[in-house]
T-cell receptor, first 115, second 113 residues
Framework: DAGVIQSPRHEVTEMGQEVTLRCKPI?????LFWYRQTMMRGLELLIY????????DSGMPEDRFSAKMPNASFSTLKIQPSEPRDSAVYFC?????????????FGDGTRLSIL | EDQVTQSPEALRLQEGESSSLNCSYT??????LFWYRQDPGKGPEFLFT???AGEEKEKERLKATLTKKESFLHITAPKPEDSATYLC??????????????FGKGTTLSVSS
């Protein structure tokens, strides 16, 4: 089975540019999560969706960040304008709903460098 | 405030030298505790879920245990391929089902032959 697919794997861009990260969740999973990982802060939740609807975006650092999920098989995380402090690895994860808590399954991330 | 603390930050072992990683947590009611393994350049890979104190789960050389305040990941006779960062995460009882996890910063394990 295909896992969570993220693109691009690496992105290097200059400060002020728009950055769009993409995620395809596992088919049949109805929860999708965006995380950011840094050495200082570890893995932090940015936003999550249930059935394509954003449920909690309290982790989005500021208005420069936005996320969408237009359908069950695609989500984007956009940063506009980007800043050097946004440099991190961004992960997408998905999970299914079940009687017991199902584990989240992660993609391999996008390593973002803002110069 | 809900939080997860992992120790040690880094651990170096010789092949075959057993040890344990610690994950202590403070949450207002534990819904589940998760262990993940993360290899360099990869996303976290799910290992175990523990739900209640006294529960144990095993997979190959790994065994996870849970008490009311902490979890241990025991590694028996490790091999170099066990080298990775091990992440612990918790989900609190008061959160909505499906809410994201709170992660610790991980323990980076290096096993040399």
């Amino acid at each position: 089975d295909a896992g969570v697919i993220q693109s691009p794997r690496h992105e290097v861009t200059e400060m002020g540019q728009e950055v769009t990260l993409r995620c395809k969740p596992i088919s049949g999973h109805d929860y999708l999560f965006w995380y950011r990982q840094t050495m200082m802060r570890g893995l932090e939740l940015l936003i999550y969706f249930n059935n394509n609807v954003p449920i909690d975006d309290s982790g989005m650092p500021e208005d420069r960040f936005s996320a969408k999920m237009p359908n069950a098989s695609f989500s984007t995380l956009k940063i506009q304008p980007s800043e050097p402090r946004d440099s991190a690895v961004y992960f997408c994860a998905s999970r299914a709903t079940g009687l017991a808590d199902q584990p989240q399954h992660f993609g391999d991330g996008t390593r973002l460098s803002i110069l | 405030e809900d939080q997860v603390t992992q120790s040690p930050e880094a651990l170096r072992l010789q092949e075959g030298e057993s040890s344990s990683l610690n994950c202590s947590y403070t949450v207002s009611g534990l819904r589940g505790l998760f262990w993940y393994r993360q290899d360099p350049g990869k996303g976290p890979e799910f290992l175990f879920t523990l739900y209640s104190a006294g529960e144990e789960k095993e997979k190959e050389r790994l065994k996870a245990t849970l008490t009311k305040k902490e979890s241990f990941l025991h590694i028996t006779a490790p091999k170099p391929e066990d080298s990775a960062t091990y992440l612990c995460a918790v989900q609190a009882e008061t959160w909505q089902a499906g809410t994201a996890l709170i992660f610790g910063k991980g323990t980076t394990l290096s096993v040399s032959s």
